[in-house]
């Protein structure tokens, strides 16, 4: 797991802005891409552009939806293949899923985005924005279509707010089904696992 | 029961997948399968489809909607006969319905799905995925097709997250209709039939 | 009202599972069908058709819709004249309300099907199935149609299910207003009109 | 006020139904009728039919909607002026609303139908049928249309149903503001009018 | 402030009846009126009339939309300036905004009816009907455009309805933040600034 | 910090009007302008003309969309570049997003108005309504576009209003998650940083 090479896909901001982001934490991420086990690709053109039709673009420069995607998978591969990737970050879905407001189409490209990746033969994480209450959740297509799914929770209980993390499916492994209180530290998210959240 | 040969329908991943999964509980999945008493069918290439028009495809590979789900029926159906099969497990119906968008073709294709397995003659068990919660439960039309439907809740209390299961209705058996709490056990869900939720 | 003559429709299943799922009571249906008290009308097939249109069947067989409406009410009518029926049962309209999706016609064709039942004479009773919860009801059409309307309602409160019924109109007639508990026995539904709910 | 003439338009019963209804009230419905205090129109049939187009109807029969609706104003307004009718009592404008499914033209007979009664010069007592809870109250033409609002609520309190009344509008007119308990004795609806609903 | 000219648009009833309404303040309307200090514009015929299409109309007589809409500015803006208006109230703005079904349309005209009342130069004060729950607060257009907004609660608690204003805001003003119970009395609306609602 | 200079674009309403608004704080705006500290751009124009068609308009004049839309990232663009700007400020949004009702129009120019400020170089800090209660908040794309999200919001508890603020997310810096009670004070917005708002 250490030492395997690594792959971050930036979907809404440039790499050099994610890699400041992350200064904060106990984390050589430029030592890791200087040995090469750390690659990144910029798709944060990908937001830009539509899926669905390219006469809608209220601006000028225009890149083709199908190519942009399917150019997209196939860096991705391309990269995967090149390097020996074992791991790939992706981060956030929900600059893709953006791209479409038909719910058929959004639906299929999700579909054809989540096989590419389990095609890959890699373990992928995947980021999407969500808000939703905690007692309200709906039916989520990038969720149902991962083998496991971790909820980072924002919630609000007697005046406080709290961040809590929750493990709402991990296929195949039993895991702590609770819901558990975190803090963002140096070393990365820390967890209480024998803390309840209130 | 016990002895008579089952037919696992996979719609979501392939059924090496799903063994695999399966292989934290004390079944001999592998040992059955030998004595032809556990079959399955990979159907999970029916998911990368949609079923109401192919132009929607964002890329190459096409299977044709009704052939891919007329086949998936006659093949069941093939089986069954062929191998004496008694029951059915199929899972998730939730990958058949994303197939459709437009309201009535979902309705229908669930309906002749339903009629089908249950022409067959055989007892079928069918997982479904629902985000909803407990206080705010809508008509799911597979719920509404099906005898019996067991639900399995993720309840949220006081800060605790509790896992329970709740038989909502099984036509002509009298049953428990209390919500209890379970946990996944070597031996598969175990239920605590005296016990509260809280 | 003991010894007079019933007819039961079945718009979900055939006659012959109704009649098995009710075995668990203490009725004698069978002995009721053989002297003519009892009678059935299976409708199931209706609910395989839609109402709209014939183009979009998924699959081959073909009930024209209109045809199959008007054909479940004279049948009906003729059953209800030359056996002198005075009750009738319906179960559930649910599946001919999901033959149609556009909602005018909905509302046209269950007007029209509350309109017959109410012209031949007869006192009906009519299942629907609902999923919403006691403090979000919302307006339904055949609650609207309907003399009197019963609600069975199943509450979770403080960990516990709790089966309840309440008579929410029934006019002309004055009533318990209250939400009362019921089970299932073994000669039907047990009310306990002294009992409250929690 | 005792005295004046009433005219009652039944929109969703026969007027026989009606005032076999009432027959549980002390009131002399038909020693009214008699002396000519108390009139009925017939507009059950109304329902039946659609506002936006016939070619919808499922079924044979169809009175066209434009001359059903102004019909139905111009017997109203010949029998307030051969009458001399001081009160209106409609009952419900549910099954006049039920007719539009197109937002605009509910929207515009709705207006038409309320503007008709007001030039009438009678005083109106409509009913409408809500189904929402208290606290989520939505915007309701009919409500905003009339000079005073009278709501009917069935609240569920800790396992109790209890039926209550309150005046929402009433222009020009102080009136108590409270939510009050109510109950149907033999002289119409009993309020009690120091209680509280708990 | 007091001696100021003022206009009142009624937009859903006749002067005439809005007059009789406030009949039961102390304010001497007649007087003003006589004096030259309050003038009214009848402006209730408006509400007839649909905004988007005149074949709508589902009875004869018809005002057109564009005219209607421009001609209600023109006089404002006539009767401001020849009178020397300085406070206008329209009641309620709810009418116009039911004149449009389409989004962008309604959208449209409501930015065009505040921008010509600012453009006025007087001080404003716009009625609009909402029904929502306290806690359930949506984006409302109407305002977003206004530099103030009041609202008029009806709150239910522990069995009780209490009647509440909030000063929601403000812009440039410094302002009582807290949510305070009302009543109507004979001055007008009494507030009680100390008191808390529960 | 201090000392660089500042664009102002108001969308809402005339700059004239902003500066009057902000006269109750203690922040010489006059000084800062005369020295050429702070500029303002009055875009209240655009919030006049809808983003999709023109034929929509319901009043005479008309500004092109796409011209206006690009004219004022233009004219921001030369102020930056020509004033050195380094902060700006665009009050609010919504005005912009108003413009549009076709969903994937909406996005697409949010999106190329949030690239634009992004590729200026500097600072920006963007005002949008919101009316959403704290439990059930959705996902909003201008959030989702911003590096950092600060959240005004109006708590009802107990019968109290409380105004607070929180910190929903700031790329790159670690700050407090807690939620604040705030007030106006002269200096601006005051937080008490230690406080709990109930």
């Given at each position: ?20 982001n992350?200064?904060?934490y ?9 040995k ?30 199908v ?5 997209l ?30 719910e ?29 209450s ?51 530290g140096?070393?990365?998210?820390e967890?209480f ?6």
């Amino acid at each position: 797991m250490l030492g395997e090479t690594g792959l971050y896909v930036t979907l809404d901001e440039h790499p050099d802005h994610v890699k400041r982001n992350l200064q904060s934490y106990d984390w050589d991420i430029d030592g890791m891409e200087k040995k090469g086990k750390m690659l990144f690709i910029d798709a944060s053109g990908l937001r830009r552009t539509g899926g669905e039709s390219d006469r809608l673009s209220p601006y000028g420069g225009s890149v083709t939806d199908v190519s942009g995607f399917t150019e997209l998978l196939k860096t991705i591969n391309k990269v995967v293949e090149g390097e020996n990737v074992r791991r790939i970050a992706l981060d956030p879905v929900t600059s893709l899923m953006l791209r479409y407001v038909e719910e058929l189409k959004k639906r299929r490209a999700t579909v054809a985005f989540f096989d590419a990746l389990a095609d890959s033969g890699c373990t992928s994480l995947i980021t999407s924005e969500l808000k939703t209450s905690l007692m309200d959740r709906r039916f989520q297509l990038e969720e149902f279509l991962s083998h496991g799914v971790v909820l980072l929770h924002t919630l609000f209980h007697e005046g406080n707010v709290v961040r809590a993390v929750q493990i709402e499916k991990m296929r195949g492994i039993s895991h702590d089904t609770q819901i558990r209180p975190y803090q963002f530290g140096v070393t990365g998210i820390e967890v209480f696992p024998r803390d309840k959240v209130f």
